[in-house]
């Protein structure tokens, strides 16, 4: 759980804008107010730039707004990462608790938000994910944003993840029937971009759901998890 107590916890969750609109004003205020928070949210915003100077940009449909202004409204919190795995495992069409925290992370932005200009009928919507710990459901591990326009998959950890010696942070596609699409390794320490295969990307496009597993290194090509999940996240379209 968020120690109330640590400032570099809140900055996050203010950069990430995770919290609810009451809370989230909070620490806003906060760090208006304190020098020392505000530049805690301040140094997680410059580590997640590199996220905004990459994102293409995408021309959404005249109901996009709309559709972000219901999207963003307060929600419960996820309480269901913990379970996420075993219920993939087990072919389940159920899906988490829905969040939007990927969705204010893209458009509280005005780096991200000043490209979006006028709507074209071929405008296919870009899928966001933040993927929360597997032990403390509170705790964001990382955002993945995939556009479907260039294939390109953008990941930007936002916790360092812990890791034994031969394992592989991994990410992996849930598909809509029940089952699991091995996408590749990833860097726990540093935002990067990767191309995702053309016959990837229809399924890219449609995945529900995102998780992170740590694999084994002896074992790249494992059609299926070996290692323990460590995060995951439903998957919201912008």
């Known amino acids: 759980m968020t120690d109330p107590d640590n ?47 990459e994102i293409a940009p995408v021309q959404p449909p005249a109901t996009v707004w709309p559709r972000i202004a219901e999207a963003i409204a307060p929600n419960a919190a996820n ?3 913990a379970r996420f795995w075993r219920r993939w495992a087990l072919a389940s069409t159920g899906l988490l608790a829905a969040s939007a925290a990927g969705l204010v992370f893209l458009i509280a932005n005005p780096r991200v938000e000043r490209h979006y200009v006028s709507p074209t009928p071929d405008f296919e919507p870009v899928s966001v994910a933040t993927l929360m710990s597997a032990t403390d459901p509170d705790m964001p591990i990382a955002t993945i944003t995939y556009d479907p326009q260039t294939g390109a998959l953008y990941v930007a950890p936002t ?23 091995r996408v590749g ?12 295969p053309m016959d990837m990307r229809p399924m890219a496009a449609e995945a529900p759901a995102l998780a992170v597993s740590l694999e084994p290194a002896d074992h790249p090509d494992s059609p299926t998890p070996l290692g323990p999940m460590v995060a995951s996240g439903e998957v919201a379209r912008l």
């Open 7 to 53: 400032p570099a916890d809140e900055a996050a969750e203010r950069a990430l804008r995770l919290k609810n609109a009451d809370a989230d004003a909070a620490l806003g205020r906060r760090a208006e107010t304190d020098a020392g928070f505000g530049a805690e949210v301040a140094a997680w915003d410059e580590r997640l730039a590199p996220l905004y100077d």
């Open 79 to 81: 309480d269901n990462a």
């Open 159 to 181: 916790m360092q993840m812990d890791m034994g010696e031969g394992q592989v942070p991994t990410l992996w596609l849930m598909t809509p029937e029940g089952g699991v699409h």
């Open 185 to 196: 390794g990833i860097d726990p320490a540093h935002a990067q971009t990767h191309s995702v």
